[in-house]
């Protein structure tokens, strides 16, 4: 017999969201995900979507499902802003910075996270990721160092247990999107992909990146000077100018990165680059799944308001 | 009387050529402009758009009309493609590279111009930009140092009188429209852009991109972060934006610029902004007129050749 759903956790992205049912003891009854991020919904969507995802579930318990909910439902276009802490902070505190969106099914209620914001030094802002760095902290007691999220807008959060007390962002991943789709660059990088030639082009571009971070604007041109000149194929294109940009990104915190190792919070494939790419710099990078994180840190935001 | 157009000197860039006919006394004596560029054109209209452009002039020649071309015309997908001459190298030599299109109208001939390739150390490429810095080395004797031709892809060229010694490319302009028309910067850019706001930004902006270069992929995104957080307009914004890609530029050539005067070749507004940077370590910039340049350069190539 499945137990019952005690409550529900919502990881809501900008394109997709994920949604687990959890037991009293924490284990994972139900899991679903869905492409209603964000970026598609109108506000007066996300409480049927919720309705649609829960159906059953919430009229079998009985009484009232609480459901948590963290990331982009929560910013400005989303369905209710939830404010941002300031860092420095302790991400213990999110759950009292949650707000509480209206719902037409009455069996649920919902809080939706805060995101973190830092405006000491430069602007920044992150929403969902706090989440899964309180969940790291909370799978690894007393850790303290530099956490990397690598993505479309790449996050660094120096972290000290549960307080995060500085954070950047890169735009790694949307600038190498915006080069291979819109860019005189995509004349380069398009085509086959042999994936021998893309690793030599990424281990190149990473080691150029990480010596010379200042010349990202102009090595990037290189790549289709290399094509034209060199006959240099879109496989090595493509693995160049990644390993370009994620050589930039992590050649640019040398100095805070030193031989720390980093927990890498993404995709396994990405993960595995910024890990190559911290090694030849003498550190390390050590993958932890994102979903064992968000999971925990969602466990934790709510553990910590009890 | 109007003077007879002895030949015909064309810039033909991939959005738009100018054309000018000039006396056997270098005055010029005709100019056309067109949309005709390397975009829009398929390797059998070029000759087409020559006649158009010069219909009654060539006839009125009597004889044959000598067209000399530079640009994206010699481009691979242009009309025919021009070899590189490779830097270092002596831009008098130009002619000497140049390819003979195809051409229907009898009273015309054609050449086009080489561009530029350097191999050595980083691959690079360059066409149309090597015609003006021989214009700008026929107009002043002598001069030695670098030159900027600050634009989509901002060339800088180290000169010697009339020999290219290196050269390097930085996409400045093209990344500047792709996060403004693209990436999530976008909802920060765009609306009303206050001058004043935009010359603050622009100030900030540069400033930091001068300072930390190899923060470029991390400082773009607190443009968003700014705008979400601190109310930051998009005049700002887009200043702020652009400071920090022209700053991050001049910024990673900073040891090479040293304190020189940096000869400008570009649009007024551009190579204006490219002079405040630049003034901003000490050095100097000096707008340079396109037009007149190129002009020079075409006059140069063919003077060389006889």
């Known amino acids: 017999m499945t137990e019952r759903v005690e409550w529900v956790g919502v990881d809501w992205g900008t394109s997709n969201l994920r949604l687990w049912g959890l037991a009293a003891n924490g284990s994972v009854v139900l899991s679903r995900s869905s492409d209603q991020g964000m970026g598609r919904l109108t506000q007066d969507q996300y409480s049927s979507v919720l309705h649609h995802l829960l159906d059953g579930v919430a009229s079998a318990s009985g009484g009232s499902i609480e459901v948590l909910i963290c990331g982009m439902a929560g910013a400005r276009q989303g369905w209710v802003e939830a404010p ?27 809080s939706i996270l805060p995101g973190v914001c830092q405006k000491a030094g430069a ?17 690894r007691p007393g850790f303290a160092g530099l956490v990397c999220m690598p993505g479309t807008h790449s996050k660094w959060a120096e972290m000290a247990g549960t307080r995060i007390e500085h954070f950047s962002t890169a735009m790694t991943g949307e600038l190498f999107e915006l080069l291979r789709t819109h860019s005189v660059l995509r004349h ?20 150029l990146g990480l010596d010379k971070p200042e010349q990202l604007t102009s090595e990037l041109f290189t790549v289709r000077a290399g094509s034209l000149l060199s006959g240099r194929q879109p496989g090595w294109c493509a693995g160049y100018s990644s390993g370009l940009l ?28 910024y890990a ?31």
């Open 84 to 110: 941002y802490l300031q860092a420095p902070t302790d991400l213990r505190s999110l759950l009292g910075g949650a707000v509480r969106p209206p719902l037409t099914d009455a069996h649920l209620t919902a």
């Open 276 to 306: 190559q790419v911290l090694a030849m710099i003498g550190a390390k990078g050590e993958p932890v799944d994102g979903t064992e994180v968000v999971l925990a840190g969602l466990k934790a935001a709510r553990a910590f308001s009890v």
């Open 246 to 273: 994620i050589g930039t990104e992590i050649g640019s915190r040398r100095a805070a990165i030193g031989t720390q190792t980093v927990p890498l919070i993404g995709s396994p494939a990405l993960a595995a680059l």
């Open 188 to 207: 380069s990088l398009g085509g086959d992909i042999d994936a021998a030639e893309r690793a030599a082009g990424f281990a190149a571009g990473a080691q």
């Open 123 to 139: 602007d920044n802002v992150m929403r969902g990721e706090e989440t899964q760095l309180l969940g790291l902290a909370a799978l």
